[in-house]
């Protein structure tokens, strides 16, 4: 049938061209018009083409996807697996044992009551400890480890995901992939990688060289031994606040400094950015477009934010006990040694804590 | 005649240079979205003193959309003690009323205004609604839009930063697959927020307040009128233009938040789109002849906010002079100038095709869809050709109407868009 529909097109059109007499320049001429004329039109057309057949036979014409449940909850990964493991829990050996249960596919569980591995061991299944948990130097869990007690990792341990429902002490040198989570205290050794986000109900310290994207809890403290960065020069264009106590928000667009002393009851907000000398007080935020850097044994009641990158030197606070305030940035995170932030730290390249 | 002449040569070179200019500017907004640095928005921010919040949601004859933006609104994610909610019944006929009264019997957080005297009209009714708004943040939703349960945090956590004004969302039409004017519009939405929108707040320059999905700090926008606290003139019909330039003048900023989406319904028919954009366009010019003088003399802006601010200004007023511009083409054809006559009108196609007449250019559409990951509504890319004459007509219609209310002073009348949802 198409081969008899392209044969009818091709004599039709051969017809009428050979009718004329192509030799004559004018008629020559009028074909050559009416060709381009054609080529034109088809060129004009094609591309409403693909747009002809996607209104017709639709194959995108759903809203953009909107998460309507989303809410921001440091939470969320442990809370889900939380709710799958214990929905499957029912099924788990009483004692030890391994089973397999259904989750997005079938995945093997090794469950144990209280678990005490030995070092250099790769456990290839998803990890469930009734009680305790507690592995060898070098072990390598491939798959996400829940415990409804403690969890404590010798060191080098690697972690995909980790859950527990009491304290997780991480031994020097875990590497966590993706996330870690405790409802008790979080104790990370020296140079732990916590992944993409660790979050504890209490508290989480972190010792010298750990490094991190995110970070919740109620108290985060950085251990005495990291060091300190020496703060950024003064520059004669920079905005200068005198060590006094002054009220007010202070919004410019020049770099700011707040010299040794100074009490602000306010917020501070500089399109360039902001320098806290030691022993500044800021009662409200500090935003920067720049970087931000905090010195020695200062207070901030308010969040820390920066489009460029944030330093805070020993023995600063950040936020209150008993509140959440954040510290964001958006290149990178420094920490010296002594600091405490009361909430939420976070930042899109890699937060740090310095080695002494 | 040499003179008249003359004249017409030198405003149709102007009226090119403008849309080189608009080219140019989008151009470089969508490479900063392809390519350049994104600056981060307030969201990863978490603190447990979050503003006092009050939500206005004005309605007039909403009685099929009222009950579904309350309920989200009830389900948000913030403070119930830092939340109010006060959906405006403006002068409604229908049964908002009854609707409104049962909602604020069962929930405490909802207390509904009713209007059935004064002047009808989103910015009257705002006005009226700051006057008992206990919150400190105001964040305003219309009625056909249905917030997700994060969205009111999203907006809020910016103004713990002292400088931000106000804060604009992305806008996503939710019946995209009614018809092609709607896959039109879904398009036409991700150009100018994904796009546009998110690079004006990369490159620090103006991004706009859009009226919805946002919100706005009380105290930086009320000012006192015949001893009443107001916060917008009831004869501008575009506020939230109005508004975002107000706070640029007083050296504020409006940001823009691309993670605070919220579906809306777009209009499925051409009338009513019709007249939505020749409102749209009539306001809008109404705050560029009130502000682009005050813009050009500010202290608080920068040389790129300035000449950002006069484009974004100049913006609906181009479609009428480039039709002025073509009337000029065909005049000076008739006077003996074939070379203005033959040339330019191509390049007028091809930089209207490009850069204006819809409401943002199509590479920045293109751009938009390729960061969506949508695949296949791209193809309708090509149809958004004939909403460069579609809009250029009604924006041309409004810039008149604007210019007549310039010039005779007489009072607007607010002209709700009309709702397609079914019962």
């Known amino acids: ?356 | 005649m040499v003179l008249a002449l003359l004249i017409l040569k030198i405003y149709v070179n102007i009226v090119i240079a403008l849309m080189v200019l608009y080219i140019a500017r989008q151009f470089r907004f969508t490479m900063n979205r392809m390519s350049g640095e994104q600056k981060m928005y307030y969201q990863d921010i978490m603190d447990s003193d979050m503003p006092s919040v009050t939500v206005l949601v004005p309605m007039h004859n909403e009685e099929l959309v009222a009950l579904n933006v309350l309920e989200r609104l009830l389900d948000a994610d913030y403070p119930k003690e830092r939340l109010e909610i006060i959906p405006i019944n403006d002068h409604s006929e229908d049964k908002t009323r009854e609707i409104l009264d049962k909602f604020a019997a069962e929930h405490p957080a909802i207390r509904p205004l009713h209007r059935y005297a004064g002047r009808r009209g989103k910015p009257a009714a705002i006005n009226e609604a700051l006057q008992r708004a206990t919150g400190e943040v105001i964040i305003v939703f219309d009625a056909d839009y249905r917030p997700p349960r994060g969205i009111l945090r999203d907006i809020a956590v910016c103004f713990k930063d002292p400088e931000v004004g106000a804060v604009m969302g992305r806008v996503v039409p939710e019946n995209v697959g009614a018809n092609l004017l709607t896959r039109m519009l879904d398009l036409e939405r991700s150009g100018g927020y994904q796009v546009d929108q998110q690079a004006r707040y990369n490159l620090g320059l103006l991004p706009q307040y859009g009226g919805t999905v946002g919100g706005f700090r009380k105290s930086y926008c009320l000012h006192t009128v015949d001893g009443e606290k107001v916060c917008f003139d009831p004869n501008i019909l575009t506020e939230d233009t109005e508004l975002t330039i107000k706070l640029y003048l007083q050296g504020k900023q409006v940001v823009y938040a691309n993670r605070a989406e919220c579906y809306e319904e777009v209009p499925e028919d051409w009338d009513v789109r019709g007249r939505q954009i020749r409102r749209w366009a009539r306001g809008h010019t109404q705050v560029m002849f009130r502000y682009l003088p005050q813009i050009y003399r500010s202290k608080m802006l920068t040389r790129r906010q300035k000449l950002d601010g006069m484009l974004l200004l100049v913006l609906y007023a181009m479609p009428p002079l480039f039709f002025l511009a073509v009337a000029a083409l065909m005049v000076l054809f008739f006077a003996g100038e074939p070379a203005y006559a033959t040339l330019l009108p191509v390049f007028f196609l091809t930089v209207a095709f490009n850069a204006f007449g819809n409401f943002s250019a199509f590479f920045q559409i293109g751009a938009a869809t390729f960061i969506d990951g949508s695949t296949y509504r791209i193809r309708l890319l090509p149809f958004l050709m004939m909403n460069v004459f579609f809009n250029g007509i009604y924006i041309s219609d409004g810039v008149i109407d604007a210019a007549l209310d310039h010039v005779s002073g007489r009072a607007t009348v607010w002209q709700k868009t009309m709702r397609f949802r079914k019962k």
């Open chain 1, 1 to 356: 049938m198409k081969n008899l529909l392209l044969l009818l097109l091709l004599t039709s059109a051969a017809q009428p061209a050979a009718a004329y007499n192509l030799s004559d320049p004018e008629t020559a001429a009028t074909v050559l018009t009416l060709l381009t004329g054609v080529a034109w039109l088809a060129l004009l057309i094609v591309p409403f083409g693909p747009g002809i057949i996607e209104l017709f036979y639709p194959r995108d014409k759903m809203p953009l996807n909107i998460n309507w449940n989303f809410v921001k909850d440091p939470f969320y990964f442990f809370k889900s697996f939380r709710a799958l493991m214990l929905a499957k829990s029912y099924y788990f050996p009483k004692d030890s044992g391994t089973v397999e249960i259904q989750l997005s596919r079938p995945e093997k569980v090794d469950v144990f009551r209280r678990m005490e591995g030995a070092p250099e061991v790769n456990y290839p299944n998803i990890v469930y400890a009734k009680e305790t948990l507690t592995c060898g130097e070098g072990s390598v869990f491939v798959k996400e480890v829940y415990s409804l007690g403690d969890i404590t990792s010798g060191p080098a341990t690697v972690f995909r995901a980790a859950g527990a429902e009491g304290a997780f002490t991480l031994g020097a040198g875990t590497q966590i992939t993706r996330w870690a989570a405790a409802e008790g205290p979080m104790l990370a050794g020296e140079n732990v990688s916590l992944g993409v986000s660790a979050a504890s109900r209490k508290s989480l310290a972190l010792s010298a060289g750990c490094s991190f994207h995110a970070l919740f809890a109620p108290e985060i403290s950085t251990g005495p031994s990291a060091a300190d960065l020496p703060p950024p020069p003064a520059l004669p264009g920079d905005t200068e606040l005198p060590p006094c106590r002054t009220e007010g928000l202070l919004v410019t667009r020049a770099p700011v400094r707040l010299l040794a002393g100074t009490e602000l009851i306010g917020s501070v907000k500089s399109h360039s950015s902001v320098t806290l000398e030691d022993g500044v007080k800021v009662s409200g935020g500090i935003f920067a477009e720049g970087d931000i850097f905090v010195g020695r044994n200062c207070r901030v009641a308010g969040n820390v934010f920066a489009q460029g990158s944030v330093a805070i030197n020993h023995g600063t606070e950040i936020g209150a006990a008993g509140g959440i305030k954040s510290v964001v940035a958006k290149r990178r995170i420094l920490l010296g040694g002594g600091v405490k932030v009361f909430g939420h730290i976070s930042t899109q390249g890699r937060g740090e804590v310095l080695k002494a």
